[in-house]
């Protein structure tokens, strides 16, 4: 039996970080170490350990000493820095707050280039695009245009992730992630927002004429790109969009959820927000489909599922 991988994942009992403890924790030899603040996360989220391979620390990280203890009492080979302040109506309300998360990249790279972590995964965001200039948004080839504080300090982090790597030589993967959802997602995400509303056969209000194209990915295929990505040379020091790039528009989304509710709810339209809605988002997944060893999820099929399960979201 091989020794046991010990494994981070700050952020963890949250909607993507919960998905990935549930599907570390399968491989018994994996040991994983769940932290979170709780500010937006939950402990329901996270899953019983089939192998009691599964510690979970009330820890905010961008407390060094905080976080500092929790690198000191287990010795690393993977770090996943999932933790952040998330949601375009949050980030916006506590741009301060956003900032902070500066101060939690910092502390997760330098203990694990002091501790001889292998790697440090990193949850990026799809709005370091801003309003992007081209499509399909290829890792690559789009300019960053980030205004917004959210998307700064997103980009701040994938900065932050390459010149560690130059001066240390401490491996990394950045995913930047389009909007995922699934049956844990917090009820203030468009997905779960727009599902309790129909359930509940409330109106469904939208931002503008509801035009603005989003591009939904469903919680299983982002977990499978990303483990297949995390642990190979093919993800080792490399950006990598993950998400579905079929677009959707947001009012189609309303359409769809009532449809599928069975719902009497209606579309009520309210002023366009002044910043933090783009007008598209179209990922290229080229890398992230060469990982998947499964189809990739209809929005239709993944709605679905969530509607299986939204115990969560109600």
């Known amino acids: 039996m091989k020794d046991?991988?010990?494994?981070?994942?700050?952020?963890?009992?949250?909607?993507?970080?919960?998905?990935?403890?549930?599907?570390?924790?399968?491989?018994?030899?994996?040991?994983?170490?769940?932290?979170?603040?709780?500010?937006?996360?939950?402990?329901?989220?996270?899953?019983?350990?089939?192998?009691?391979?599964?510690?979970?620390?009330?820890?905010?990280?961008?407390?060094?000493?905080?976080?500092?203890?929790?690198?000191?009492?287990?010795?690393?080979?993977?770090?996943?820095?999932?933790?952040?302040?998330?949601?375009?109506?949050?980030?916006?309300?506590?741009?301060?707050?956003?900032?902070?998360?500066?101060?939690?990249?910092?502390?997760?790279?330098?203990?694990?280039?002091?501790?001889?972590?292998?790697?440090?995964?990193?949850?990026?965001?799809?709005?370091?695009?801003?309003?992007?200039?081209?499509?399909?948004?290829?890792?690559?080839?789009?300019?960053?245009?980030?205004?917004?504080?959210?998307?700064?300090?997103?980009?701040?982090g994938e900065a932050f992730l390459k010149s560690y790597q130059q001066e240390f030589g401490l491996d990394y993967t950045i995913f930047r992630f389009f909007n995922t959802y699934g049956p844990k997602q917090a009820k203030d995400f468009v997905i779960s927002k727009f599902i309790n509303l129909a359930l509940n056969n409330q109106d469904i209000t939208i931002y503008g004429d509801g035009s603005q194209t989003r591009t939904f990915c469903y919680i299983d295929n982002n977990i499978n790109a990303s483990l297949a990505a995390a642990f190979s040379e093919v993800g080792k020091n490399k950006t990598i969009n993950i998400g579905n790039n079929v677009e959707t528009a947001v009012l189609d989304l309303a359409k769809t959820i009532i449809k599928l509710t069975d719902s009497k709810s209606e579309i009520k339209h309210l002023p366009a927000l002044e910043e933090g809605d783009m007008t598209r988002r179209n990922p290229d997944i080229t890398i992230m489909k060469s990982l998947l060893n499964q189809e990739i999820y209809t929005l239709e099929d993944g709605l679905k599922k969530v509607l299986q399960d939204t115990s969560f979201i109600l």
């Open 4 to 156: 046991k991988t010990n494994i981070l994942v700050t952020g963890g009992a949250g909607n993507v970080g919960s998905a990935l403890v549930e599907a570390l924790i399968e491989d018994a030899n994996n040991f994983i170490v769940v932290v979170d603040n709780l500010l937006t996360g939950s402990r329901a989220k996270l899953p019983e350990a089939p192998h009691n391979n599964l510690k979970f620390i009330h820890c905010d990280v961008n407390f060094e000493d905080q976080i500092r203890s929790v690198f000191h009492t287990f010795s690393f080979d993977y770090v996943f820095h999932y933790a952040a302040l998330v949601g375009v109506k949050r980030t916006l309300e506590n741009p301060l707050s956003v900032l902070e998360d500066i101060s939690g990249i910092k502390h997760i790279l330098n203990l694990s280039k002091n501790t001889g972590v292998k790697r440090v995964i990193y949850s990026s965001s799809s709005e370091v695009y801003g309003e992007p200039v081209e499509y399909p948004q290829n890792e690559e080839t789009t300019p960053l245009n980030s205004r917004l504080p959210y998307a700064i300090v997103k980009n701040i």
